[in-house]
């Protein structure tokens, strides 16, 4: 009888011993997950040309969710958008639909020696934090995107060898975007966008998840009016085995 008490208590403190070490180690994974997890986006709209523009007047968009917030316009309204030249005018605009950045200026005049091989480049970029774990899987339906998204279809990611985890999901899409600018017949344009949202943290190792979202148009000559900008969105990128949702 002695004998079964003793194994019986042998195993009660082994399964104690078990449950508490079992127990530690989650609150440590939790909270080392808690303490260590950041999410940003990094926003930029990038606008090529090889010749003068003049009376130029841009509408382009710009991230937001469903109901029109978008996390970078706490940069825009403070004007705070790296690489923006001083003489242009920069605003946000919500149509309901989509929310937009204006762009006015009275002309883009690239320096001597711009040529079709080598143009002239003008770079904006944001990067903000979210106070809100990012939404990386489905940013169309619940979290942050260029809007308004038409003609979505899911189509095969490209090839790419970059040793991220995870199931990619890979969507084109068509966007509006408003142009009106005076050029040479001859005259190239572009305009790019691109977002990236990215949650990180560090429990043993660093871990992350993130979709990055491009939409872009090439125009030739001048322009007046809207045109369509083709779009690339890639989600579900990373990993998702979080041991928790921060409050």
């Avoid at 004998?3 to 070490?21: D, E, H, P, Q």
């Avoid at 606008?47 to 996390?71: E, H, K, M, R």
């Amino acid at each position: 009888m002695d004998k079964i008490i003793r194994i019986t208590s042998g195993l009660i403190i082994v399964l104690l011993v078990a449950f508490v070490a079992s127990v530690s180690y989650t609150g440590f994974v939790e909270q080392a997950y808690r303490t260590s997890l950041s999410s940003t986006y990094d926003y930029s709209c990038t606008i090529t040309t090889d010749y003068q523009l003049s009376n130029v007047t841009l509408f382009i968009p710009v991230p937001a969710d469903l109901a029109g917030n978008s996390p970078i316009v706490a940069q825009y309204s403070a004007q705070e958008i790296e690489g923006r030249p001083a003489d242009w005018k920069v605003a946000l605009y919500d149509t309901g639909k989509a929310t937009l950045a204006k762009i006015t200026t009275p002309a883009i005049i690239p320096p001597s020696g711009t040529s079709p091989s080598h143009p002239f480049t003008i770079r904006l970029s944001i990067n903000t934090g979210s106070k809100e774990v990012i939404n990386t899987r489905s940013p169309v339906e619940e979290g942050v995107m260029f809007r308004p998204v038409q003609d979505m279809q899911k189509v095969n990611c490209p090839a790419k060898d970059t040793g991220v985890s995870g199931n990619p999901i890979c969507f084109e899409y068509l966007i509006p975007v408003y142009a009106d600018y005076e050029a040479p017949m001859d005259a190239s344009v572009s305009i790019t966008s691109t977002l990236r949202g990215k949650n990180s943290w560090k429990i043993f190792d660093p871990q992350f998840n993130e979709y990055q979202a491009e939409i872009s148009v090439l125009m030739f000559g001048e322009n007046h009016g809207w045109t369509v900008m083709k779009g690339m969105l890639e989600s579900n990128m990373g990993t998702y085995n979080v041991p928790a949702s921060p409050s």
